[in-house]
Nanobody, 126 residues
Framework: QVQLVESGGGLVQAGDSLRLSCAAS????????MGWFRQAPEREREFVAA????????KYADAVKGRFTISRDNGKNTVYLQMSNLKPEDTAVYSC???????????????????WGQGTQVSVSS
């Protein structure tokens, strides 16, 4: 079973940057699509970004496009989410997830991910 551990969250001011990390337990991490999702209080979980196993393809939610960048280091079994120009509406618990099917067309759909981390809190003050 794949275990995922997120880190890097915190409390920042609007306009600041943060980099989230998600470390996976499996060496075969490099074969999987990885995604970042977020959930704010009393809201549904929403897609943030995803990256194909090779890193050749990325996908972003419109709300973060141009501000967030997803990347991965397969040698370290880690996926990153660089967040810039943070806004108060970015406040949420951010979780990473892995889709072991290798699919890409469903990368924005949380239901297609198999394993999830516990999440890390990101809070942005105005």
């Amino acid at each position: 079973q794949v275990q995922l551990v997120e880190s890097g969250g915190g409390l920042v001011q609007a306009g600041d940057s943060l980099r989230l990390s998600c470390a996976a337990s499996e060496r075969i991490f490099s074969s999987y699509t990885m995604g970042w999702f977020r959930q704010a209080p009393e809201r549904e979980r929403e897609f943030v970004a995803a990256i194909y196993w090779s890193g050749d393809y990325t996908k972003y939610a419109d709300a973060v496009k141009g501000r967030f960048t997803i990347s991965r280091d397969n040698g370290k079994n880690t996926v990153y989410l660089q967040m810039s120009n943070l806004k108060p509406e970015d406040t949420a618990v951010y979780s990473c997830a892995v889709d072991v099917s290798g699919a890409w067309g469903t990368a924005a759909s949380p239901g297609h991910y198999d394993y999830w981390g516990q999440g890390t809190q990101v809070s942005v003050s105005s």
